[in-house]
């Protein structure tokens, strides 16, 4: 390895058992021009690398290991030659040996101060960027002593001073911080350490995770990220039969057929509670990967009743499932919270002993010690093809429709939907020798405004050269976040829309004048779509064919971090743009709280058990209600052991309406009633002409599926609107 002289700034070379006693530095890089390379400091005068702003870091890193009399010091940025493939590879393989083998681990947070309190829910140290990266995980674990320091190279604490805190940051046990040993973890639960935590390449995340698996693989850097993480995971499976690396549960709504194996560590973010499988319970508990998929022997219980045909073989008589049959599989892996609690994926039968993990967003619970059927073995195919990603419009206000054919056709009007706006609408712009007409786009992304596509604009042309008639509807996919376009001769004509995410093309057959194409663009700028409208002569059309241009929780809830409005009307069909309700606040601040893409986790397990409740503050936007209310307050909570909630509309402040259901304040009844159900009208008055009545209606109860925590908030925003005639 290459360490860095505390006193002289110089590189050396040291092997096997040469290598002198050295710390390490763990940080967080900046600008990549800003750090401090190999080459910077190799070369003479080192004037480049005095220049950067990482070489203040080198310097003031030395110094603070001088302190200590530590001659030696490791620092990614500049010892490692990242110019050399095949150092670059040994470096990524070795990492974890080299933050284990130091004498000391120095980390460095630029955005944490010694001066406040760390404890703090709002703490900067609790935030700070060190603890959301791939690459700081193992060198939180390997080293045997670890020293935190501030922006002015202050000491913090050490890791075993401050487990607590990081315990609570990074969901990582204490004792892992307080005996060092991790290795009585599971895959599982190894890898939910790793899950909230992100890299600059996609790739990193699975080899930054190579020395925590003791595991060795070659970087191949443009594989994907998801390519990476499977052969991390087959290199596990080689040492390891620990079967909680199946025990993953995919993003909320990906319920398409998998394989077994997970596709990066952010499926594991909720299977901290697995423990390693019990191979004395399981029999044969091999299992190992062919070119038709992973062979592994599983117990399968068929979760409704089916049709068998029971086949005789060698004695033995064994049922016979119909293809489709959906079981469930227990791994055999337990719950940290006790052995009465398991959990089982979702097999489906596709082909003999072929099979695909459904509902892969779901790990069923089942309880522990039942009596399990006979192991059967079955081939779970993994899919080699991760979906390819397609293309997200959700931050698209700009359309730019272009006529690259303007001689051709006219634009003769157009239709505004109250979703959009043309700035010009009597005269399109020349840009680059085509006619452009631009269209703003008015929706708001951030809010699901319902299911299916919506219309944005709608454009209408004249070709011509028939004079025919032509209309260009473009529409917003509500369910994909994606534009989609159409192309139809009558303004009342038909309208479909494509269902496929990825179409980007299509043309429309022009009578005796040939046919029009529009074809969608991606841009270098994410706000912008061009849609370029093309025509093809009848002598070339009949000839030829267009193509176009070829995403420590044991007592808790998990709570929508968002509440969409669901709306209901029995006049004339009308729809009405649904509302949202964003959570805004968690009173008391919750140090445990996990932010996930749709729920938030609220932990219960830090509160005195005579206030073991919070307030959850959702809000909505300010013109929703103008007669109502745009916050409301979603209390939840344990009395004794029993779960409870309410929601209330309130001018107080979060910490008061707190202090409500303490047992000194005016709401305490409702605690100790301990009722699982909520309803709140949110307009207390009626419109003359429409009745309208929103409400939030709520409801706790025990969680039955693995997710963080021990019970679900589940709230709906609905409207019943009856509209009256005069």
Not at 147 to 157: E, P, R, S, T
Not at 468 to 478: A, P, Q, R
Request: aromatic share 12%.
């Amino acid at each position: 390895m290459r360490l860095l002289n505390t006193h002289s700034l110089k590189l050396k070379s040291f092997f096997g058992d040469d290598i002198p006693p050295y710390a390490i530095l763990s940080h967080t890089w900046g600008k990549t021009e800003d750090e401090v390379t190999f080459q910077d400091m190799m070369a003479e005068g080192r004037s480049v690398a005095k220049g950067k702003a990482g070489y203040k870091k080198i310097r003031r890193a030395c110094q603070y290991a001088q302190k200590y009399m530590f001659k030696w010091i490791w620092i990614d940025s500049c010892c490692i030659n990242k110019e050399s493939s095949a150092e670059l590879s040994e470096a990524l393989n070795s990492m974890y040996a080299h933050y284990e083998d130091a004498q000391v681990c120095y980390v460095y947070l630029e955005d944490a101060v010694c001066s406040e309190d760390i404890r703090d829910a709002g703490s900067e140290f609790r935030h700070c960027k060190w603890f959301t990266r791939g690459w700081t995980l193992q060198e939180l674990l390997a080293p045997s002593y670890v020293v935190f320091l501030d922006q002015d190279w202050k000491m913090i604490g050490t890791r075993y001073s401050l487990a607590d805190v990081i315990s609570a940051i990074t969901s990582i046990p204490v004792s892992v911080f307080r005996d060092g040993d991790f290795d009585k973890f599971s895959v599982a639960q190894k890898m939910s350490w790793a899950a909230p935590r992100q890299t600059t390449r996609p790739e990193d995340m699975a080899y930054c995770l190579l020395g925590i698996f003791r595991v060795s693989m070659s970087p191949i850097y443009g594989e994907g990220g998801a390519r990476a993480f499977m052969r991390l995971q087959q290199e596990i499976i080689n040492i390891s039969d620990d079967r909680s690396i199946f025990a993953w549960v995919a993003p909320y709504g990906e319920n398409g057929p998998r394989g077994l194996l997970a596709r990066s560590p952010a499926e594991f973010r909720i299977s901290g509670e697995v423990k390693a499988s019990e191979a004395d319970d399981i029999g044969d508990a091999s299992f190992l990967f062919g070119n038709n998929g992973l062979r592994i022997h599983l117990p399968l219980v068929p979760i409704e009743p089916v049709s068998v045909v029971v086949s005789e073989t060698a004695n033995t008589q064994r049922p016979s499932y119909p293809v489709g049959t959906i079981f469930s599989a227990p791994l055999h892996c337990c719950s940290e919270r006790g052995p009465e609690t398991c959990f089982a994926v979702y097999l489906q039968k596709v082909a003999g002993e072929r099979y695909v993990r459904c509902r892969p967003d779901e790990l069923a619970i089942i309880p522990g010690g039942s009596q399990q059927p006979d192991i059967c073995q079955v081939v779970v195919k993994e899919n080699a093809g991760i979906p390819r990603k397609v293309k997200n419009d959700l931050n698209v206000t700009c359309l730019s429709i272009r006529n690259t054919t303007p001689g051709v056709f006219l634009r003769d009007s157009h239709l505004e939907t109250g979703m959009s706006m043309i700035p010009d609408p009597h005269e399109d712009k020349e840009v680059q020798g085509m006619k452009e007409t631009s269209v703003k786009i008015n929706y708001w992304p951030g809010v699901n405004i319902g299911w299916g596509t919506w219309p944005v604009a709608r454009l209408k042309y004249q070709c011509l050269m028939s004079d025919d008639f032509f209309h260009v509807d473009l529409g917003f996919n509500c369910t994909d976040g994606s534009l989609r376009f159409a192309l139809r001769q009558w303004h009342f004509g038909p309208l479909t829309w494509s269902d496929d995410s990825c179409w980007d093309w299509m043309e429309w057959h022009l009578e005796d004048a040939g046919l029009v194409s529009i074809t969608y663009h991606m841009t270098g700028d994410q706000t912008l779509r061009i849609f370029e409208l093309r025509y093809v002569a009848p002598n070339k059309a009949k000839a030829s064919s267009i193509s176009g241009p070829l995403e420590p929780f044991r007592l808790g809830f998990m709570v929508p971090s968002m509440i969409r409005e669901k709306v209901e009307s029995n006049f004339l069909g009308k729809t009405y743009k649904s509302q949202v309700f964003q959570l805004a606040n968690v009173f008391p601040p919750d140090f445990f709280g996990k932010e996930h893409t749709d729920q938030t986790y609220v932990d219960m397990s830090a509160l005195w058990k005579r206030e073991r409740f919070r307030v959850l503050t959702y809000t909505a936007p300010s013109n929703t209600y103008p007669r109502g209310t745009t916050r409301a307050y979603v209390v939840i909570g344990f009395h004794e052991s029993t779960a409870w909630m309410d929601i209330v509309v309130s001018t107080d402040s979060p910490e008061e309406v707190w202090k409500s259901y303490c047992d000194s304040g005016w709401r305490a009844p409702t605690r100790i009633q301990c009722s699982p159900d909520a309803t709140l009208d949110l307009l207390p008055r009626l419109d003359k002409w429409s009745i309208k009545w929103p409400k939030l209606t709520g409801n706790v109860k025990e969680r039955s599926s693995l997710q963080l925590g021990s019970h679900v908030l589940s709230v709906n925003h609905f409207i019943a609107r009856y509209d009256l005639l005069i």
